[in-house]
């Protein structure tokens, strides 16, 4: 069997292949552990309120935003939310369900039903409310009942700074 030695060093062409390699390591390692594009479920067609108060939410973790969006018949609140689907366990936008003002206790109790099936397993949840900033507060308040009945540990209202 023959031995391969080391090859020829010269100083005027030195040997890349090594660091290519490296970097082409990294590069990978990179896109397969950064959050490019995730998906938190926020409705972006929401018009939210403007606040000057508030801080920045940097930890995602075990978080569910709600969308409460206005309907155009202003009869009803549309909620809807990005949750995990039965069968395959991967992240869908579902509509949960649609707020009437003449039966808010109703939709009190789905509300909580949704929020107990997902706080049950994880006793730091939190919960992000995103709701439409021409929405009266008798259309949020069932949410806000529901997710003090289920023991969610954190709710925060989505704003926006002012232009």
Do not use: W
Not at 64 to 91: F, R, Y
Not at 93 to 107: A, C, F, Q, V
Not at 146 to 161: D, G, P, Q, R
Request: contains cysteine.
């Amino acid at each position: 069997m023959r031995k391969h030695g080391m090859p020829e060093v010269n100083d005027s062409h030195p040997n890349v292949t090594p660091l290519i390699d490296v970097v082409m390591c990294l590069i990978i390692f990179f896109m397969l552990v950064a959050k490019i594009g995730v998906n938190t479920g926020a409705d972006q067609s929401i018009n939210i309120p403007e606040s000057i108060m508030g801080k920045k939410i940097e930890d995602m973790g075990n978080t569910l935003v709600l969308n409460l969006a206005k309907q155009s018949d202003t009869t009803a609140a549309k909620i809807c939310a990005l949750v995990p689907d039965k069968e395959t366990g991967k992240p869908e936008k579902k509509d949960l369900m649609l707020i009437n003002r003449s039966r808010p206790e109703k939709e009190q109790k789905e509300v909580h039903i949704v929020l107990l099936a997902l706080a049950e397993h994880n006793e730091n949840f939190n919960l992000i409310i995103r709701a439409d900033s021409d929405l009266p507060y008798s259309e949020i308040e069932p949410v806000l009942m529901a997710a003090a009945e289920s023991k969610v540990k954190t709710v925060s209202l989505n704003t926006k700074l002012p232009n």
